[in-house]
């Protein structure tokens, strides 16, 4: 391995990514500039003990090289970052879609069922108007019917909650 190159593999198998923050003894770090000829003054990253003890082998990085490693682990989460986010907007979007069906579903049934409760109360209106009472009957005015009110509101959420669907994409 020349001097140049990458030496995060301070001893056998140990290897460090990104900035280190101790040796593998435990040690605290600190940097040196290098001063060969090939790294004259590249920075580097060296255990305390290393100091004293020059022959055992201690974690050692290039501070370049581990700030690029840094940049790369980074780069790597975001990457998950914006998938997980991807996902999720997708899957918000398709269970507002479905409740939006579930929704239009409710509101049809509401609408049927208005529609038999108003020819209910025609019917009644008729029948009343047509007995021998000589008083004419007084009609329930759909403004005040609960069930039109309960169905103006269904509508008007179901609205609410299309809109917003499409203002989420």
């Known amino acids: ?88 907007k997708v899957s918000t979007t398709r269970r507002l879609e479905k409740h939006a069906k579930q929704i239009d579903q409710s509101l049809q049934q509401i609408k049927m069922l208005m529609e038999a409760k108003t020819n209910t109360c025609a019917t009644q209106d008729n029948y009343a108007s047509t007995s021998e009472d000589p008083q004419p009957s007084t009609t329930i005015s759909s403004s005040s019917n609960p069930l039109t009110n309960i169905a103006v509101a269904a509508i008007a959420l179901g609205a609410m909650v299309w809109i917003y669907a499409r203002i989420s994409n």
């Open 1 to 88: 391995m020349s001097s140049s190159s990458s030496s995060s593999l301070s001893h056998i198998g140990r290897q460090t990514t990104g900035i280190p923050t101790r040796c593998w003894c435990g040690a605290n770090l600190t940097t040196f500039g290098a001063q060969t000829k090939e790294n004259l003054f590249r920075r580097f990253y060296r255990c305390e003990i290393w100091l004293k003890r020059k022959h055992e082998q201690h974690l050692f990085k290039w501070i370049d090289e581990a700030i690029v490693d840094e940049i790369n682990i980074v780069d790597a989460k975001h990457s998950q970052l914006k998938e997980d986010v991807d996902s999720f």
